[in-house]
């Protein structure tokens, strides 16, 4: 059994330089709102999404002919990542999970707060505190290296969604074509965080209406938790569980004996070290694979809102089923992801 404890806090608010330097090759683009935050998309692409407007397309070959080797730019600077940082991985893939749940997919998570501002950003809202820094080094490198091969052209949500994929494929799991042509939003708020991300202690009705919100479906909701088969969460995520369990002073009877065990060893009930985490799946916590489900059948799921998924009717067939075909699950899961990463983006002027 591993367990990882983080030294280090990242720094949040220093991230993320070269997105804003885009400003400058953007003539047309305007910034009047003085309490709003400015991330320029650098193809002038930063507009507000407006649900009266005509219908937007994302398309696998959108910048074929202003940035045929985007997909390669960032693959390089994805493999050295993931070599260099593994966490990078998962990190960047709640990163996207995050953006697509909060305003659409428009890279507005990346947006840092003004300094002296009241209004903060989404990524200083208090669900956003524990996305690792990888995730947005991850971006910073790969726009800094799009920007000098294809200044001006290339959303930063639609580097999100490529190299999300990128950490997926690199983990052990599906490739999938990604489609692009997303808007960079330029509003960033996090007084938007708080209804629009899913917490730990959700029952399945509860993720169920925020999924079908995001137009995503029952299967979207089992399909795409999936994605925590490789990461890390902090003790504070799942500690009443191992102690007073739904206010019962119990541990919750729905976690396997040894794993609470193990985790009370990391976690406990008072005065514990707020860095410590523990692995998602304790056997392979950096690979991208189907155990997820496996896990939640043997009572090893990390988070109440995971093991829910095994012990409500309505998804613990699909929960079943994916714990035995790893192909199905993949391909699943590459579908999902095409529909999480088209949340609001369909819909820009
Ligand atoms: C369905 C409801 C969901 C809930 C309640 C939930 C909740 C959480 C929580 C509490 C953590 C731990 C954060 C920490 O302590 O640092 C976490 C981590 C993570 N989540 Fe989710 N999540 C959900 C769905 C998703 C989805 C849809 C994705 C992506 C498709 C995703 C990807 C991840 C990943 C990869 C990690 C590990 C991050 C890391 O190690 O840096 N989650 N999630």
């Known amino acids: 059994m591993y367990f990882f404890t983080v030294l280090s806090c990242p720094a949040y608010t220093t991230i993320m330089p070269s997105l804003s330097s885009s400003s ?16 320029t998309a650098s193809n002038c692409a930063a507009r507000e999404i407006s649900s009266t407007s005509s219908p937007r397309q994302l398309s696998v070959d959108y910048y074929a002919k202003t940035c045929p080797q985007l997909e390669q730019l960032v693959g390089s600077v994805t493999s050295q990542q993931f070599k260099e940082a593994p966490v ?21 998570i990346l947006i840092s707060t003004t300094p002296g501002s ?9 669900d956003n505190q524990d996305l690792r820094v990888e995730g947005f080094q991850t971006i910073s490198k790969a726009k800094a290296l799009v920007e000098s091969k294809c200044p001006g052209v290339v959303s930063s949500a639609d580097i999100l969604a490529i190299a999300a994929r990128d950490y997926v494929h690199l983990a052990g799991g599906p490739y999938y074509q990604v489609k692009k042509g997303r808007w960079d939003g330029k509003i960033s708020m996090a007084s938007r965080v708080p209804y629009n991300i899913p917490r ?13 919100s995001k137009g995503l479906t029952l299967e979207d909701l089992v399909v795409l938790s999936g994605a925590h088969t490789f990461g890390f969460a902090h003790c504070k995520q799942f500690v009443s569980r191992l102690y007073n369990y739904r206010g019962s002073k119990q541990p919750d009877p729905d976690m396997d004996p040894r794993l609470l065990k193990a985790l009370r060893m990391s976690c406990p009930q008072f005065g514990g070290n707020s860095d410590t985490v523990a692995p998602f799946d304790v056997t392979t916590p950096f690979v991208f694979d189907h155990a997820y489900y496996g896990n939640l059948e043997a009572k090893l799921g990390l988070l109440a809102s995971d ?5 409500d009717p309505r998804t613990k067939p699909l929960v079943l089923q994916l ?11 590459a579908a ?5 990463g088209s949340i609001g983006v369909e819909r820009g002027t």
């Open 24 to 39: 400058s090759s953007c003539s047309t683009c305007t910034f009047l709102l003085s309490f709003l935050f400015a991330l």
């Open 88 to 108: 990078s991985g998962p990190a960047t893939i709640r990163l996207l999970f995050h953006d697509c749940f909060v305003q659409g997919c428009d890279a507005s």
């Open 118 to 126: 009241e209004v903060l950003a989404e990524k200083d809202a208090e």
């Open 200 to 212: 730990a202690n959700f029952t399945v009705d509860q993720q169920l209406k925020l999924f079908n």
């Open 307 to 311: 093991q829910a998924l095994f012990l």
């Open 323 to 333: 714990g035995t075909d790893k192909h199905k699950f993949f391909q699943a899961f």
């Open 336 to 340: 999902a992801m095409e529909k999480m």
